[in-house]
């Protein structure tokens, strides 16, 4: 074989597995998508890889070539969603030093993110009670990191370790509680979700520190953002 036809086998070669690998993730993506409804109406403990399988239009055995079993089908989901939810709160540029920008602009850019994917809400708060439910802490720890950039910004206000977690917590379970109100149907309406998140995060900003002055024209020269 000539060098010239050895270099178009292996582009046909590396063309063909290109190929597979888009079609592998478009698979993984179609059983993604279902595995989604599919929690969405029955949970995870009702849930099973027969009906996802079906939803996604494969059969039981082609889905366990992804995956081995609907609770790591919960944590791809659930890896991918809270990505999502990171490039959503590290969108809003802050100052430098205005920590307290920050803290509002992080923790607004999280209530913002649900009320904008509500399926992404419900994949935060899945819970199991099968023989895998012990990697449900592990779950719940990575919905915690998730309040990390409010952490931050309540540390940088001055705030101690014990506290900054109080307050993002106290945070995250509010947040969490409107959210899930508002879903189900908060009474006033949908708005009044907004109003009462922004309500109490003016009285979090109110305890953790006074509004920091406008940034000056030197202070805006160089590099002005992020913590």
Known sequence: ????????????????????????????GLVLEAACRVFAERGLDGASIRE???????????????????????????????????????????PR?????????RARAWFAF??????DLDLALLRTHG???????LLDARVLEAMR????????????????VQERTALLAYGLGLLVLRQVGL???????QILFDRYLAQLLERVGPAMPPATPEAEQGDLFDL
Do not use: N, W
Request: aromatic content about 4%.
């Open 114 to 119: 649900y009320v904008a994917h509500p399926q």
């Open 52 to 94: 996802i399988a079906r939803r996604a239009g494969y059969t039981a055995g082609a889905i366990y070539s992804y995956f081995d079993s609907k609770e790591a089908i919960h944590v791809a989901l659930l890896g991918e969603s809270l990505e999502r939810l990171r490039l959503a709160m590290e969108a809003p540029r802050v």
């Open 187 to 193: 009474p006033g309406g949908e708005p009044q979700a």
């Open 149 to 164: 950039p409010c952490e931050q910004a309540l540390l940088s206000l001055g705030l101690d370790q014990e506290a900054a």
């Open 131 to 137: 023989p895998e439910g012990g990697a449900q802490s």
């Open 97 to 105: 030093g205005q920590h307290r920008a920050a803290l509002e602009a």
């Open 1 to 28: 074989m000539s060098e010239t036809e050895m270099l178009a086998l292996r582009e046909h070669q590396a063309q063909r597995q290109q190929r597979q690998a888009a079609q592998s993730m478009q698979r993984r």
